[in-house]
């Protein structure tokens, strides 16, 4: 499978946006596929604050399926649903609204099968440690960071799509508020000229549908769009991170409404959490919790700290998205958070590749491929980043707004992708990670070895004979599994290349819980860094 | 400060209880040092079932000070209420009851100032990583396991007691339900000859008296009892884990009352939760809650996992207690589960010395001494046990039933002991784990670097120059800390060497985030194994 291949959003997507931005009528698209973007337009009151005065929501049934699913206020009049259909099927929906003019519409649609690269959303597997697209195929995330990339002119957005096409990329985490300075800056109505002359209770659509149109360009090139709903970053000091309590709720009732239905979203509800002064961990519980009950689309939902690791088990909480700078220096760190989590685990930070004169913004790519090795042991995913720039500042580079990367890590990157693809389903799982075997894989099928800087000049083969527990024990209740034979690569993974060794490797019982290859019992290694070996079994 | 030096339970501990056998005055002593154990005998009912029917409490009251203390029934007829003053003063005291004999009895009696080697019960550190004395002093948790000590004969638990009084051992993991062969097995009131023959609903006395008679003796010698009230092991099929909810209640509410006074008692709620099959982690909070309300004196409360993770963030829990084979074969690895509990962390099990045929029995001395080594530096603490055995059979060892302790840990466990009471207050604290200095003690005063099985030929002198966060970062507010000038020793943690270095090192601004020693740049090692560099201020 290319790392370069790219699913696309839903055909009938962009024909629903069309036919509701073209008229008010009740009907939307009668057709769209499943996991598709249906919407219908509804006219309604215009006066007051219809943002706060006005509710709306819709009831879509299908085969005794149920979603009740949030209306937004579009501006001029203009009232929005969106759906994106779990399954195919004739959806019926009728409207539920406080104003007589939304209320009692009703329509129906057919939800079809989906067209190529449309694998569905994002959702945890079932193991609970990785990821998979709704239809079964294997998410193997490798995201990026350019936090602000989608608050840019538009000829910068279609610069960074354009390098996302070719690069190894499929999660973007972006900021919705802006952060570094950006063309996009007022997602409330202005009341003033200040920074802080904006009104909580009234968006502005424009702001919105500008955003969303990142999202959906991101879809059509199969990235996810990992949203950051709040961040400590005020230089301007506009306050969206400490709006009261009742503002907080309708925005992300808003968001939630306006953006859930896409299905590349993920929700990200702070990055470094524990730097928003203004917000108590029970109030992100709380935000967590109200976004939740908004989103019938069941997004997945994580939050980023700075230095307090948050409480990732609590049910809100999807998945595990970490900032830590040594935590993926060494599989077995990686693994363990989780052990913590119980939960997948992306490394969203762990330092970028760059000049930056801070420790966080200046690895070399070396140091940042290694990092992305090491998670993949530990049965992790990490996350890129990268502050190239003259000026070695983070406001103006791939991390503050996207564009052209520069950075050597990227291709090696694109080929770890390669090494991820071609793994175990559905993902590297690490293996006995308790008795620090330090191998991923998929038990008497594939096992990879990494040995980041350390120039070994051969590995002994050691393999465990019990598959292990959830997190990597010999149960007391082990049983043996296969002696089998297995091809072996070792891997160059910074050179980028892959080198088979000559002949097979049989395993046989070495003790009550290790297999060895007596016959071969090593690999001679070239003593170069950054190797790694993999083992495939051979079947007869 | 002696690694020997052992505290004592406060005298009038031994007064009360005499006091209160010898008759049923309502009154207990009349003196009880601080955090001593006070306690007075009721005479009440015998008949029907008294540890179903009859409720009995006493309020505690003393300079604004308000406890609600439960009683218990300690059979013939007699009632027993024990308490440990938290404060000094006169504390007055009223029964409740639904028995009338038991109803409204009332007395006082004095806190008094804590006798020699009464420090109070131990306690979460202010800083949430650490164990302090009710009085101040820290408490270096050193602990050890002898899972069924308490329910040898008498001569073998005075062996075990024997043991303990020269091992640098400060707590001692103990189950209360017989799990290995033992002497004591019924803590019910049987009802025939088989091994389910007993009744839930009645405890037997003697078992409990026996018990808090080894708590008693732990607290003589100033160890701690970690009280295991659960866990899987039942070879026998008694069914003690497997009790309906009520029994549970019952059961957790009577050891509470019997159990919480004696200061050196901690709470496990279970070994291993993970395979108790019959309880979920819903029923694990529930009677967490249950022990946390029953339990006046507040202990410590934890609870131990075989392969899953406790989410110990949870109010319940006061302290991470992790078993983990692989956790502390790196200190950044042991680091990362403060971040993850935000709690201290007891990694209770790391593997035993021994000669099992297990793995996890079968550590040589020199890799548990290495793994409690990483722990400390971690800022993190460590437990102990050992399987050695003619036999290597797990249920015959100290690990099983105490007795003598013959591993070659053990003084290189006391050497380390040492170290610790030598080293910062209130515990060695990893300092920017985050850039993987792999440092603890305190900045600025004291640095401690471990080098494990590594063999380095020097130690380059390099030192944050920030104080770093909860976590380890560098804070963007971070302030440069003074350039000091050092003494360095070289320690030889297997040969229990402490080697000043001659002369001393002054350190420099090396670049915004370091200190170097620009005289004297590094700190030969003569390329053994086991060793850790300290460095420690020297003042003008």
């Given at each position: 499978m290319s790392v370069t291949r790219r699913s696309v959003l839903g055909g009938s997507l962009a024909a629903g946006v069309a036919a509701s931005t073209q008229g008010f009528a009740a009907e939307g698209p009668s057709r769209v596929e499943r996991w598709g973007l249906w919407e219908t337009a509804l006219h309604g009151p215009a006066e007051g604050n219809p943002f706060v005065d006005v509710t709306l929501a819709a009831v879509f049934e299908c085969d005794g399926s149920r979603v009740r699913v949030p209306g937004f206020y579009d501006g001029e009049g203009v009232y929005r649903i969106r759906f994106s259909p779990p399954e195919m099927g004739c959806w019926r929906w009728t409207s539920e609204s406080n104003a007589p003019a939304l209320a009692g519409q009703s329509g129906a649609f057919e939800a079809v099968a989906p067209g190529p690269g449309n694998h569905g959303p994002v959702r945890v597997s079932a193991d609970g440690f990785h990821f998979t697209y709704a239809d079964g195929t294997p998410y193997r995330q490798m995201g990026t960071t350019a936090y602000a990339w989608a608050l840019q002119a538009d000829a910068k957005c279609a610069e960074t799509i354009e390098t996302l096409k070719t690069a190894p990329f499929n999660k973007m985490r972006m900021v919705f508020?802006?952060?570094?300075?950006?063309?996009?800056?007022?997602?409330?109505?202005?009341?003033?000229?200040?920074?802080?002359?904006w009104d909580a209770t009234r968006f502005d659509p424009a702001y919105f549908r500008r955003f969303e149109d990142r999202i959906r360009r991101l879809g059509e090139i199969g990235v996810e769009a990992d949203v950051i709903l709040y961040h400590p970053y005020d230089p301007d000091k506009r306050g969206y991170s400490t709006m009261r309590r009742a503002d907080d709720e309708r925005y992300l009732r808003y968001i939630a409404a306006r953006f859930g239905a896409y299905r590349n979203l993920w929700w990200s509800m702070a990055n470094e959490y524990d730097l928003v002064e203004a917000k108590s961990v029970d109030d992100w519980d709380h935000l967590g919790a109200v976004l939740h009950a908004a989103d019938p689309h069941d997004r997945l939902r994580s939050i980023h700290q700075f230095d307090v690791y948050y409480d990732v088990r609590k049910p809100w909480i999807t998945h595990a998205s970490v900032q830590n700078n040594f935590a993926v220096l060494d599989d077995g760190r990686a693994q363990l958070h989780r052990a913590f989590a119980d939960k997948p685990v992306i490394f969203d930070e762990v330092g970028y590749e760059g000049n930056f004169s801070q420790p966080w913004g200046n690895l070399t790519p070396e140091e940042l491929v290694e990092r992305f090795w090491f998670g993949l042991v530990g049965g992790t995913y990490v996350g890129h980043g990268e502050v190239w720039h003259p000026s070695g500042n983070p406001n103006y580079s791939w991390l503050g707004q996207g564009g052209k990367l520069t950075g050597t890590s990227v291709p090696r990157l694109a080929f770890l992708r390669r090494i991820m693809?071609?793994?175990?389903?559905?993902?590297?799982?690490?293996?006995?990670?308790?008795?620090?075997?330090?191998?991923?894989?998929?038990?008497?099928?594939?096992?990879?070895?990494?040995?980041?800087?350390?120039?070994?000049?051969?590995w002994r083969v050691v393999l465990p004979r019990g598959s292990g527990t959830r997190h990597g024990r010999i149960?007391?209740?082990?049983?043996?599994?296969?002696?089998?034979?297995?091809?072996?690569?070792?891997?160059?993974?910074?050179?980028?290349?892959?080198?088979?060794?000559?002949?097979?490797?049989?395993?046989?019982?070495?003790n009550e819980q290790q297999f060895h290859a007596p016959d071969r019992p090593a690999i001679a290694l070239p003593r170069a860094p950054y190797l790694a070996v993999r083992f495939s079994r051979v079947r007869a």
């Open positions: 508020f802006p952060s570094v300075p950006s063309v996009a800056v007022d997602p409330f109505a202005r009341t003033g000229e200040g920074f802080q002359d693809e071609d793994g175990p389903v559905p993902g590297f799982e690490p293996i006995q990670a308790w008795w620090n075997y330090r191998l991923a894989g998929k038990p008497f099928e594939t096992y990879l070895r990494y040995f980041g800087k350390e120039t070994p000049d051969e149960p007391p209740w082990t049983e043996s599994g296969p002696a089998n034979t297995y091809r072996a690569e070792i891997i160059d993974t910074w050179n980028m290349t892959v080198t088979p060794v000559d002949g097979v490797f049989r395993t046989a019982p070495l």
